[in-house]
């Protein structure tokens, strides 16, 4: 299937996790790729999974700090640069932060994954959604969490970020919907990730974090953590025309989580 033969697919956070499993997927159906992380050295390493996968694959690597505007705007600005438009943006770049209580969260802490979570989701929204609207089309997937739709516990600054996300979500959808725009997030719950990863060392430490997952999934309706390439395969959806009227919708991706009481 090549569901994106002939569009540009941008995607933050694209040096691991969920961003490096979308890229793939995407180029195997066909994208045009642009990919942004802070970390270079994974652009390079996703960059060679992709032409592993896709050795025809076009991929444009761009190193940026998504919490400043004026580096979201250089990305953007040269993804169509390159490409001349942006068909499909997976606005997926994020961090968990460090674990605490509300009142002992470092108050720098909270500022910094605020920062990235929602501000650098904003600061992408804003500068492609203006490209899209000129165009007349586009979609927009944007990484929201199980953490952004319920409480989770010890996790302020994410919690608050990733709810800001889902509002930042429903309102733009509202407001670019005429355009020919999709707009909608995901909410990923314990998907086996680098930062999943750490965020179990945290709470069993190094020695014993994979206990600790087997603990933490332990009430998971499907008994596991979910898998990159599963996310990618909904995110790739999402992204095509076949997903075109979901618009505003918030999407679930954790096992059955998020519903259990």
Known sequence: MSRFEGQVVLITGGGSGLGQAAAIKAAKEGAKLSLVDLNEDGLQDTQKKVKEAAPEAEVLLLTAD???????????NETVKTYDRIDGFFNNA?????????????????QKVVNINLNGVFYGMKYVLDVMKKQGSGS???????????GVGNQSGYAASKHGVVGLTRNSAVEYGEYGVSIKAIAPGAIMTPMVEASLKQ???????????????S???MKRFGKPEEVANL?????????????AAVIPIDGGQSYKY
């Open 66 to 76: 998504v919490s400043n505007e004026e580096a979201v705007q250089h990305y953007v």
């Open 219 to 221: 009430s998971n309706p």
């Open 94 to 110: 994020g961090i968990e932060g460090k674990q605490n209580l509300t009142g002992d969260y470092g108050s720098d802490e909270f």
């Open 203 to 217: 709470m069993g430490g190094e020695d014993n974090w994979e206990e600790a997952g087997k603990d933490f999934v």
């Open 140 to 150: 927009v997937v944007n990484t929201a969490s199980v953490g952004g739709i319920r």
């Open 235 to 247: 995110v790739s959806f999402l992204l095509s025309d076949e997903a075109g009227f979901i618009n």
